[in-house]
């Protein structure tokens, strides 16, 4: 499965609501294209900021409770797999911490080697797939800039799953026990140098700037 245009991704939901549509503005969702989409492809929302803190570790810690509490009330794997995701994710870049550290040096400590964590591709718990004619539920996605590729945690292969890989998407299957290894390991290859196509770290704590702010402040100026 890939695309040629802009492609609605909604997550975060058991089920989509019957009365409204998919592209439903109200409904969680992502917009995706010819770019991987990554933690911070996009600024945060506000229930996922840290509490005015410049704190790495609290700002990771934020995100994984965003993500986690997007994987359901009743959903201990899917938040398992986000903790482990991250956990992976900070191992990966500790292990090559000497190498990015060296490329930041000019920077004289602007930014530092954990940085580019936000540079990893952003999981979209509970998604919904758009295949042609329907969408297909998956308990996490990614996008990777030409495709989904789904995540399905179970001890053995599913319907789900199969529904999904019989719709052209890419499945990667995770059993619970191997929520205690390195998921990295069971994701594509181009998960783990997520930073080697990226010219500096950028942070997903930022601000929308609404729209027309930009144009009427240049107004006032001129």
Do not use: K
């Not at 540079?119 to 979209?124: E, F, G, K, V």
């Not at 998921?183 to 704590?205: E, G, I, K």
Request: proline fraction near 10%; glycine fraction near 4%; include cysteine.
């Amino acid at each position: 499965m890939t695309i040629d245009t802009m492609l609605r991704i909604p997550f975060g939901l058991d089920r989509l609501p019957r009365t409204t549509g998919p592209d439903d503005p109200r409904l969680p969702a992502v917009v995706v294209g010819a770019q991987r989409l990554r933690l911070n492809t996009e600024p945060l929302p506000p229930a996922a900021m840290a509490q005015a803190t410049p704190d790495h570790a609290t700002r990771v810690a934020s995100v994984v409770q965003w993500l986690s509490a997007a994987c359901g009330q009743y959903a201990p794997q899917r938040q398992r797999f986000i903790e482990a995701y991250f956990r992976a994710l900070a191992d990966h870049l500790q292990a090559h911490r000497d190498e990015l550290a060296e490329a930041l040096r000019p920077f004289d400590g602007l930014f530092a080697p954990e940085d580019w964590i936000w540079s990893a591709l952003r999981p979209l718990p509970r998604a919904w797939l758009p295949t042609a004619g329907r969408f297909l539920p998956c308990d996490i996605a990614f996008w990777d800039g030409a495709a989904p590729v789904a995540i399905a945690i179970a001890a053995q292969d599913t319907d789900r799953a199969a529904a999904l890989r019989a719709a052209g998407i890419a499945v990667c299957c995770i059993t619970p026990d191997a929520l205690a290894a390195d998921v990295l390991d069971a994701l594509p290859d181009s998960f783990r140098w997520f930073w080697r196509d990226q010219t500096l770290p950028a942070s997903p704590f930022r601000r929308t700037i609404p729209r027309g702010v930009i144009s009427d402040a240049a107004a006032v100026t001129a």
